[in-house]
């Protein structure tokens, strides 16, 4: 099953638990936008989008259950209901980043998380990171980013935010969830509305 196959199992299987879909449309194509802009930049170049997308996807599904924990809800959900066409390793990854895009963070000392190989624990940590950025420049869940462009200088990325409205919400949001990104990569993160001509 080929990967935009396997993607829309997990569009399925959000559909079933998440009655507004556009907060996650949002995040995963802001997620994908943010991995694709820092491969260019020499920054995760072996990694690639797919799980990173289904966990976009799938990150508020533990909603459906209860708010103060849908982190670790949408985990359960996706363990429990499982996805066409993904091993078991691999839906077991998708339901760590959805787990740590928010609070806990991929650590040893996480069950879930010490059964993944080293190379899928380094996936996990790669998606929770942008994962949590993505989300935090969704964080009035309007929509209102409509594009990211990033500029490296030195151990700094600057993220201009492109929208024809105010991003303040948004760069807050990002603000408050950028500090595991930075931790993963040893660069400081700024985010700025940027107008285009």
């Not at 799980?51 to 459906?64: C, F, P, R, T, V």
């Not at 390793?89 to 959805?98: D, N, Q, R, S, V």
């Not at 740590?100 to 790669?126: C, M, N, W």
Request: with cysteine.
């Amino acid at each position: 099953m080929g990967e935009k196959n396997r993607l829309k199992e997990a569009v399925k299987l959000r559909d079933r638990f998440e009655k507004s879909r556009q907060h996650s449309d949002q995040v995963r194509r802001l997620a994908k936008s943010i991995l694709k802009k820092l491969k260019k930049r020499g920054l995760f170049c072996e990694e690639k989008s797919l799980y990173l997308e289904a966990g976009a996807l799938l990150h508020d599904i533990g909603q459906s259950v209860s708010a103060r924990q849908h982190h670790r809800h949408s985990r359960d959900i996706i363990l429990r209901e499982g996805l066409a066409g993904f091993k078991k390793k691999e839906l077991l990854t998708i339901a760590c980043i959805a787990k740590f895009h928010r609070r806990e963070l991929p650590r040893h000392s996480d069950a879930d998380f010490r059964q993944l190989p080293a190379r899928r624990q380094q996936t996990v940590k790669i998606a929770t990171a942008i994962l949590r950025i993505a989300d935090g420049l969704d964080r009035s869940h309007g929509n209102i980013v409509q594009k990211v462009r990033i500029r490296r200088k030195k151990d700094i990325l600057t993220f201009d935010l492109i929208s024809q409205y105010s991003v303040l919400t948004e760069i807050w949001g990002a603000l408050r969830k950028k500090e595991y990104f930075e931790d993963l990569t040893g660069l400081r993160c700024r985010f700025q509305a940027f107008e285009e001509n």
